[in-house]
């Protein structure tokens, strides 16, 4: 049976496998492509290789899990069902790893969007050690499962709430990011920001969809650094969310700044569409903060928070929602 040690090692493995060139996944991250426009292969190698270098490292796992009451020995029965998000390419990792980590059996429920990257990483699992079968399964619907993870929309999640009611879950809704900018950041500075706001083309959770800005702010240097991320409009469908945009700006006869890529509105919504970014003047920190719903919010980028382009480079203890999955799963029960 497995046990922390072979767990442990199992994905330290997967990740020099995800960072390697075996034809294989280098086909599968083709054919996820392929199968989602949205995940531009760049943006695949990204994820790719953040969930490598800050997941999958065998020190930091090692670290990681001696904080936690991990059970030594494969002794859990009880089976954790797991909804997957598919806005971003594999999304639904950390949550993966949590529960194989932790020593639980799973039942994955992928999302159309992103149904092929993890599906391979796990039948890789099983090509080295058979004994993987008997605790991850993928399946198209869940049921009878002892506890649940579930991320979907602020829509789905009634559901989610409504067919888990019985059983322990966490059940994740729609969050996004904002960042604070001081207004003395270099041009590098403010390239890190177009990270933060364009990767995954500014779908993901942690993407920044708001910037808090001092009274009397310049913004073209900001403009400027973003045409780093012009490509952008290459992908059809985000130059069709653009295009709509700003004809709704010109329509409306609503200001709007614009580098060709993205538009920028004030919107005290911390929620902007794809193409867009909303922005709010400041005149005291503090008032951001009180202002902020922290149900919405998933990081702050900027001084004292999350650094500028580092939104999506979560680690180890960067837990979704701010609930600490492994706290969750150490509470389930290890046997039925």
Not at 157 to 166: G, T
Request: charged letters at 20%; one cysteine or more; hydrophobic letters at 40%.
């Amino acid at each position: 049976m497995l046990n922390l040690a072979d767990r442990i090692d199992l994905m330290t493995k997967l990740g020099a496998y995800m960072t390697g060139n075996d034809n294989q996944w280098l086909a599968a991250q083709r054919q996820a492509h392929i199968s989602n426009p949205w995940f531009l292969p760049e943006f695949i190698s990204l994820a790719v290789d953040n969930i490598a270098a800050h997941l999958l490292k065998k020190e930091a796992l090692v670290n990681w899990t001696g904080t936690y009451p991990i059970a030594k020995m494969q002794t859990a029965e009880a089976n954790v069902g797991i909804v997957m998000a598919g806005n971003i390419p594999l999304v639904g990792f950390h949550d993966f790893l949590c529960v194989f980590i932790s020593g639980y059996r799973q039942t994955i429920k992928l999302s159309s969007k992103d149904n092929v990257l993890l599906k391979h990483l796990i039948e890789k699992l099983y090509d080295w050690n058979q004994e993987v079968k008997q605790v991850v399964q993928i399946a198209d619907i869940l049921k009878g499962c002892d506890a649940y993870i579930a991320t979907g929309s602020n829509n789905s999640s009634r559901y989610f709430e409504y067919y888990f009611r019985n059983q322990p879950a966490i059940i994740r809704r729609n969050r996004t990011s904002v960042a604070i900018i001081k207004g003395d950041e270099t041009a590098s500075d403010l390239k890190k920001l177009a990270d933060d706001v364009y990767l995954y083309y500014g779908m993901g959770c942690r993407n920044v969809t708001q910037v808090f800005v001092p009274a009397g702010y310049d913004f073209l240097p900001m403009l400027e650094a973003f045409r780093k991320y012009d490509f952008v409009m290459e992908n059809h469908k985000y130059k069709h969310n653009y295009d709509y945009a700003l004809a709704l700006h010109i329509i409306n006869q609503s200001y709007y700044m614009t580098n060709g890529s993205i538009i920028l509105s004030e919107n005290s919504s911390a929620f902007s569409p794809v193409s867009q970014l909303h922005y709010q003047y400041y005149s005291n920190v503090d008032e951001i903060y009180n202002n902020l719903n922290p149900e919405d919010i998933q990081c702050i980028a900027g001084p004292a928070k999350t650094p500028l382009g580092a939104a999506q480079s979560p680690g180890l203890y960067d837990y979704a929602d701010g609930i600490d999955t492994m706290q969750f799963l150490a509470g389930l029960p290890h046997r039925r």
